[in-house]
């Protein structure tokens, strides 16, 4: 306040004093300018006194009966040595415009940052301010789907808030933090708001990256505003989503980052449980947290978030069919099967694609087809409308013939469910599509399948046409295949010298090896499966039994 009272009369001082400075410069009398030639023809007969330069881009001349007059400067290096030849004398001065401009941008500059000085003040509240809806979310548990020893961990949160002193009576006391680990799209969002919803707590929720703003110190006025918030409240459950923004382990790199972490860190040390407050946050990668936001005390309680099993994704299918006009054909237990490895956000998109598709043919209902349209669209992509040529289909249905030969001779816990050569929008000239058991631990023989499986495309190209002219089309298998093998040889340690670069180029060969073997002693199969293709162009599961038996 009291920079302001000063600043004002300060300001109209300098404004006084510059328009006194233009007023005075320019209320001179203007000289006669005289031309170029006109000046060097007064000088050479004597008439000029003397000529000041330096002053702008004229020279302001005195001549001998006193007159004043200017000529523009021609910035000629001889100017000068030229007129004391004639014996006129010469002044050199600066000029006065520089400094009644320098004038003006000092005072422009004391303008700005004044008014930047208030705006800042009041831009820093306003960015620290935190706007979060702390209403009760209307979801409660019975909303999610995930396994029991994670709904018992999140049924003991809600219980804490409440019921604190059923657990005070037995020395117990409520996590300060808990740390909602898994991979995206798997509902870790979803749990924290059926935590809220089920202890009909308030819900404070705020993104990572919400803390991390241009000027230092915003966010961590945001932490603290946050965990006010909470306890003015009486409590509730603080969310923070993608704690890697802010929670990542430290270096000197980013100070507000640091400084928001630093903030949180203490918050969450300076609040017991008697306060009513718990804080969730969700990320991706455990690893790659502070160990300081891990220790105890702080998220002491971590709660992983997986891929949901076959009876986790029935639920959440049909927690997300009920407002949905699915004809009875739909078989939701079918879906659940074929999803494997699906995340709750991927199911409820498959379901939210196959009612786009119902309403854009206006059917009324969701049919199977929908399903199965929608399903194609999340995993491989729309059906492109580029088509091959005859050779391209021949070379494709060999491809995929490879792939789906080897997945059912090698693979017989997988189930095949498509094979096409239609290409995709995401550039696949075709594709094969298996669905794998839900299992926690795989074999090393079944790995050797699915490394099979991933080269039976290229092997029959190359029966097909020779190792000169095999395509381009194997790309994605050959990434596929070397992240198995380099998964085998290094994080499985089932190669057999030790050394994970070798082991890996063994496992290759050898899984190359096999394929080759395998299509050549089934080579009629490989035929039939690759003719039905280039003739139906898409082979569903029952008919890709038939012709495989």
């Known amino acids: 306040m009291k920079q302001k009272r000063w600043m004002g009369p300060v300001v109209f001082a300098m404004v006084g004093v510059l328009c006194l400075l233009f007023f005075i410069q320019g209320g001179r009398d203007t000289p006669e300018t005289l031309s170029y030639p006109d000046f060097w023809f007064l000088a050479e007969e004597g008439l000029v006194d003397k000529v000041a330069m330096g002053g702008g881009d004229m020279w302001q001349v005195t001549l001998k009966d006193g007159a004043k007059a200017q000529t523009p400067d021609p910035r000629a290096q001889d100017g000068k040595e030229r007129l004391l030849k004639l014996n006129i004398e010469v002044q050199e001065r600066e000029s006065a415009g520089p400094g009644l401009a320098l004038g003006a941008v000092l005072l422009l500059a004391l303008l700005f940052f004044a008014q930047a000085r208030d705006r800042g003040a009041a831009g820093l509240k306003k960015f620290a301010a935190v706007q979060v809806d702390e209403r009760v979310p209307q979801v409660t548990l019975k909303d999610v789907a995930v396994p029991p020893e994670t ?230 992509g729309e059906d492109s409308p580029r088509r091959m040529t005859e050779e391209e289909k021949r070379v494709t249905a060999w491809h995929e013939a490879g792939h789906a030969l080897i997945t059912r001779r090698l693979l017989p816990k997988a189930r095949l469910t498509r094979v096409t050569i239609i290409p995709s929008s995401r550039g696949a000239a075709g594709y094969s599509m298996s669905v794998q058991p839900d299992q926690l631990l795989h074999t090393r023989q079944e790995l050797m399948g699915m490394l099979c499986a991933a080269l039976g495309g290229r092997a029959a190209e190359e029966m097909l046409l020779g190792w000169e002219n095999v395509t381009t089309g194997a790309a994605n298998d050959l990434k596929k295949a070397r992240d198995i093998a380099s998964a085998m040889a290094g994080e499985f340690m089932m190669g057999e010298s030790g050394d994970a670069e070798e082991d890996k180029k063994a496992l290759l060969a050898q899984a190359m090896e096999e394929t080759r073997r395998i299509l050549s002693q089934n080579l009629d199969a490989l035929e039939a499966l690759s003719d039905a293709l280039i003739k139906r162009e898409t082979l569903r599961e029952e008919e890709i039994a038939e012709i495989l038996g």
């Open 151 to 380: 709904l018992q961990s999140i049924r003991d949160l809600a219980d804490f808030l409440k019921e604190p002193r059923k657990f005070g009576e037995y020395g117990a006391r409520a996590p300060r933090g808990v740390m909602l680990y898994g991979p995206p799209g798997t509902g870790k969002t979803l749990l924290a708001r059926a935590l809220a919803g089920e202890a009909k707590a308030p819900f404070f929720a705020m993104g990572g990256a919400d803390f991390v703003q241009v000027y230092v110190g915003v966010g961590a006025s945001r932490v603290r505003e946050l965990f006010r918030k909470a306890r003015k409240a009486g409590g509730g459950v603080i969310f923070i989503d993608e704690i890697d923004a802010i929670g990542k382990k430290r270096d000197s790199a980013n100070d507000e980052r640091e400084q928001t972490l630093n903030a949180l860190l203490t918050e969450m040390s300076g609040f017991s449980g008697e306060d009513g407050v718990i804080v969730l946050a969700a990320t991706n990668r455990l690893d790659t947290l502070d160990p300081a936001l891990l220790r105890e005390g702080r998220f002491d309680r971590r709660i992983e978030v997986g891929l949901p099993d076959c009876a986790q994704r029935l639920k959440i299918l049909q927690v997300h069919a009920r407002k949905k006009p699915l004809a009875p054909s739909v078989s939701l237990e079918r879906w659940a099967e074929q999803t494997a490895l699906f995340s709750g956000a991927q199911l409820e998109t498959l379901l939210n694609e196959a009612a786009i598709r119902a309403a854009r043919r206006s059917g009324g209902q969701i049919l199977e087809c929908d399903v199965e349209k929608a399903f194609c669209s999340v995993t491989v």
